[in-house]
């Protein structure tokens, strides 16, 4: 395996051109990047600039509301899945130092007859910002789209049938999660914006971050600068994906690293989207993907239940 240096590039218009070879070959560039670093910057997407826009602005609005208002939307005893969390609350795995960020989270728009509806926490409206909502609700659509046309690639890649995870995804419990790290004030010590981890769902969708700081681990250890262009999302495995297919497809080590003292007082936002499946989804590692030489590493487990047991371990249940 190589040791890679830089975050590989491809355009998802390629997969839905018709052309059967740039459709061959973006499926083998994706699937080739997430064995070998677990991210990739995707192009041709469906979130469109004017949408990114209209979210950043809602979303620094939302933050800069008076914490007094803010906390209002923290919603005790759903594991911060919907609605506001507070500065500090979260840790990543292994560590007590909670990360430097508070975020927002949306969920699935669901209608009254899903099954689901009943499962998943509720939306939470801001009252404040006429806008936030509608347009959060507008991204995570086209998030959402763009993910299922990428899963569609790696599931040709891993060899299932192309619309394998559709039914999976569609009502996923995904999560749409704007960030804010705040100015540092003071020496942060042993915390992070966001240390070192793994995420938790089948793939992320990281529209281009205002301020550097994203890191990824290769398979040597090494820290490389993961930052998209504009017109980009930076794609990774999450752990269910990595756990569905025993490792195949790479969950990466990933972090958000405090920027040089001189610029403490810069704020920074981030806006991922966590695609995650239904609840009920099994994530038992395919027999596809175990041989004598790739053995089973994983025990059995529901999408449900292991996303309850990782909420418990980053601090937020």
Known sequence: ?????????????????????????????????????????????????????????????????????????????????????????????????????????????????????STYPVNVDVLELSEFNSIGVDAFSMLEKTGVYVLRALAIYIGLDEFYFDNYVKEGNSILRPIFYPPIIEDPKDAERAAAHTDINLITLLMGAQGKGLQVQNHKGEWIDATAKPNELMINVGDMLSRFTNNKLKSTVHQVVNPPKSTWSTPRYSIPFFMHPISDMKLNCLDICINEHNPKKFKDISAGEYLDKRLKEIGMV
Not at 58 to 74: A, D, G, H
Request: glycine share 10%; hydrophobic share 35%.
């Open 1 to 117: 395996m190589k040791t890679i240096q830089k975050i590989p590039s491809v355009n998802l218009a390629d997969f839905i051109s018709g052309d059967i070879n740039k459709k061959k070959k973006f499926i083998n560039k994706i699937g080739k990047a997430f064995e070998d670093i677990g991210f990739v910057a995707l192009r041709g997407h469906f979130l469109d600039n004017n949408l990114v826009r209209k979210l950043y602005k809602e979303v620094q609005s939302f933050f800069n509301l008076p914490f007094e208002t803010k906390i209002r939307y923290e919603i005790v005893g759903i594991g911060g899945q919907r609605g506001f969390t507070s500065f500090g609350k979260e840790h990543a795995k292994g560590r007590i130092q909670g990360d430097l960020k508070e975020f927002w989270h949306f969920g699935q728009q669901l209608k009254k007859d899903s099954k689901y509806s």
